[in-house]
């Protein structure tokens, strides 16, 4: 396999957290194993200097801490000499909601870099559907390659694009246990564990309105809800007002090392999203031996399959219905773990990073792309 010089650009790395940052950074790593000369192209935040290089990859930001969503037009100026100084033979593009992802793009149509581009995002079902995808359809237009996270994503990404769209998943690191201890006393209670962004879209609140039925038959269970977001105060006002405040914990934003630590302590994971594109916390769920209830009709259907590795809900009553028959039968959580444990090689990232260089070598030795005659 040939060796490329690969740029990977967002705005969207750490020591933000989150599933894209904590993806960008495996497939870089990943990447870099497998022999591949790796820069990862990002905005400085707060905090930022023990990330500028991990395991062979540079990290090379632009723009100041303080700066808001765009960043200023210095930063972007900043951003094309280093595209246009940096000889790379391929540049991959993550997030549609990423300027810099987007501005990545037009950089390379006029430098002729073969340009990838991955969608780590659903539009899923919404009012403003038809307007996003046409906004999606101008901005892929540069992309030589799509590439989606899950069937749900690429489905959408088809819409969007008429270059060829490959549906190669985010993975995982299986690691070993730690030794961080829940945040609470378990004493034999049956710990329920969300790991989200407090949004709408992530629809944490279903977790709240189902509690009660839950706890009027069982009183030893416990909500753990790792994250943080613009929701967590109104989250945790519903939590009070309905007298659950013992049966709730929220963290806040965590460490992911924290996170798999929780985890392991964990009883049964819970993922109300309806419009999840992929669900990296359902494989990091799945990692540490927890049976998953989540949403169907989303990425998350292409990890979980019903009813052998895990249970998916069509709303969130059915959610809490699967929740209790887990509760209850202790056996079918080992079942389904011990089944989804199985099929975590399908998740290793150095086959991911594999599957990616395929679509490197297309791009840049296509006759038809973006990059040529231009």
């Known amino acids: 396999m040939e060796k490329y ?8 790395y750490y020591p933000k957290i989150g599933g894209i940052e904590y993806s960008i950074d495996a497939l870089a790593r990943a990447l870099s194993r497998r022999g591949h000369e790796v820069h990862i192209i990002t905005r400085r935040y707060p905090g930022d200097t023990e990330y500028m290089s991990r395991e062979g990859v540079r990290v090379r930001r632009v723009g100041r801490p303080s700066e808001g969503r765009f960043l200023r037009p210095q930063a972007y100026i900043e951003f094309y000499r280093i595209l246009k100084e940096g000889s790379y033979d391929v540049v991959h593009a993550h997030g549609l909601d990423s300027p810099l992802s987007l501005l990545s793009l037009l950089v390379c149509k006029r430098l002729r870099i073969p340009a990838v ?6 539009i899923g079902r ?33 819409i969007m694009s008429r270059r060829e769209v490959y549906v190669i998943p985010n993975g995982i690191e299986v690691e070993s246990s730690c030794s961080a201890r829940l945040p609470f006393s378990k004493d034999g209670k049956i710990v329920i564990t969300t790991v989200s962004r407090l949004t709408h879209k992530k629809r944490v609140e279903d977790i709240v309105d189902i509690a009660p039925s839950l706890l009027k038959k069982r009183r030893d269970i416990i909500f753990l809800v790792i994250g943080d977001g613009p929701l967590r105060k109104k989250i945790e006002k519903k939590v009070r007002r309905l007298n659950l405040s013992h049966s709730f914990y929220f963290t806040g934003r965590i460490p992911r090392e924290k996170v798999l630590c929780l985890l392991e302590h964990s009883d049964i994971f819970v993922l109300p999203s309806k419009d999840e594109a992929f669900g ?8 540490k031996g927890v049976a998953v209830v989540a949403r169907n009709h989303s990425g998350v259907s292409d990890i979980v399959t019903h009813n052998k590795t895990g249970l998916l809900a069509s709303n969130k009553y059915e959610l809490a219905r699967y929740i209790e028959e887990l509760i ?5 959580r080992e079942r389904f773990s011990s089944a989804a444990i199985k099929e975590l090689y399908r998740y290793d990232w150095d086959e991911i990073a594999r599957r990616v260089e395929g679509v490197y070598s297309g791009v840049i030795h296509a006759e038809n792309f973006n990059h040529r005659g231009c």
Do not use: Y
């Open 280 to 287: 990296v916390a359902v494989l990091e769920a799945l990692s």
């Open 126 to 158: 919404t009012p403003l559907r038809p307007f996003l995808l046409l906004a999606g359809r101008i901005l892929l237009r540069n992309a030589d390659a799509v590439i989606a996270v899950s069937s749900a994503v690429a489905e959408e990404c088809r």
């Open 5 to 12: 010089r690969v740029a990977i650009v967002s705005d969207w």
């Open 117 to 122: 581009m991955t969608n780590h995002s659903l």
């Open 328 to 332: 209850e039968r202790p056996a079918l």
